[in-house]
């Protein structure tokens, strides 16, 4: 069986700036994905709204989904 839970860990850009090398070189063969936070402006885009609305709803739907798969 593979994993069933991933871990992630939050680091603002500030603190990430202040990295050693080495210790960003660390967190990228940990796999560090970097996620772009929206701006005030992009949450008024009508674009972005039914964007993180279809996000919101399919992530509600695949936990109930899994729930009920592990649930039985």
Do not use: C, W
Request: hydrophobic content about 25%; overall charge neutral; glycine content about 4%.
């Amino acid at each position: 069986m593979g994993a069933t839970k991933e871990y992630y860990l939050k680091l603002q850009e500030e603190h990430y700036n202040e990295l050693e090398n080495e210790e960003k070189m660390y967190l990228n063969r940990l796999g560090l994905k970097v996620k772009y936070l929206p701006t005030d402006i992009d949450k008024e885009d009508g674009k972005y709204k039914t964007f993180k609305s279809a996000i919101y709803k399919a992530h509600e739907e695949e936990q109930k989904y899994l729930y009920n798969l592990r649930n039985k």
